[in-house]
């Protein structure tokens, strides 16, 4: 069964960092397209940052120079490092595993607030 079990959300102040990460039960876990989606209340679920199996990797135009995506595929797990945060990052955070994507977690919430 797979499962994708994300942790290290919580509340911060604007300016603040968070890592979060993704730990995923998936077999040859290193083929995948990994991946960190949010959704805040009442909006879309959007594409955060991206990285393929080959290490390429993209960034919603709105976090690019702030969040940083990384995988260890040694461990089977995807983190974001979070950097810079604003009010506006307020969401719940899935990682997600394939290009479709396939598998979702279950989210974490990270929340940005004074």
């Known amino acids: 069964q797979v499962q994708l079990v994300e942790s290290g959300g919580g509340l911060v102040q604007p300016g603040g960092s968070l890592r979060l990460s993704c730990a995923a039960s998936l077999r040859f876990f290193d083929n995948y397209s990994m991946a960190w989606y949010r959704q805040a209340p009442g909006k879309q679920r959007e594409l955060v940052a991206r990285i393929t199996s080959g290490d390429r990797i993209n960034y919603a135009d709105s976090v690019k120079g702030r969040f940083t995506i990384s995988r260890d595929n040694a461990k089977n797990m995807v983190y974001l490092q979070m950097d810079s945060l604003k009010p506006e990052d307020t969401a719940v955070y899935y990682c997600?595993?394939?290009?479709?994507?396939?598998?979702w977690g279950q989210g974490t919430q990270v929340t940005v607030s004074s």
């Open positions: 997600a595993a394939g290009t479709i994507p396939n598998y």
